[in-house]
Nanobody, 126 residues
Framework: QVQLAESGGGLVQAGGSLRLSCAAS????????MGWFRQAPGKEREFVAGIGWRGGRTDYADSVKGRFTISRDNTKNIVGLQMNSLKPEDTAVYYC???????????????????WGQGTQVTVSS
């Protein structure tokens, strides 16, 4: 079992930055790929960024490449998402998710992940 809790959301002006954190509990965190997803009102949940369990493999949605950076610290069971140059279209509820992936694969489909946090709201004003 893996329990996840996000923090760090808030209101920011366009062009600003936020850092989201996801605290994980559970002894097998290091064997799990971690992903950040987001869902805006009336839209489907979409992949934002993911990182393999070793931390060396990452993947990003085209819409956030060059602006967002995902990282993890397996000694502290924390996954971070640094978001820079934020745009109003980044406004959404952001979710942290985990899936057992000992082969270091980073899935991008939300339905593959079986552990989810409660979400944190990010609002970017224009």
């Amino acid at each position: 079992q893996v329990q996840l809790a996000e923090s760090g959301g808030g209101l920011v002006q366009a062009g600003g930055s936020l850092r989201l954190s996801c605290a994980a509990s559970g002894r097998t965190f290091s064997s799990h790929a971690m992903g950040w997803f987001r869902q805006a009102p009336g839209k489907e949940r979409e992949f934002v960024a993911g990182i393999g369990w070793r931390g060396g493999r990452t993947d990003y949605a085209d819409s956030v490449k060059g602006r967002f950076t995902i990282s993890r610290d397996n000694t502290k069971n924390i996954v971070g998402l640094q978001m820079n140059s934020l745009k109003p279209e980044d406004t959404a509820v952001y979710y942290c998710a985990a899936v057992f992936s000992p082969g270091d694969v980073v899935p991008v489909a939300w339905y593959v992940y079986n552990y989810w946090g409660q979400g944190t709201q990010v609002t970017v004003s224009s």
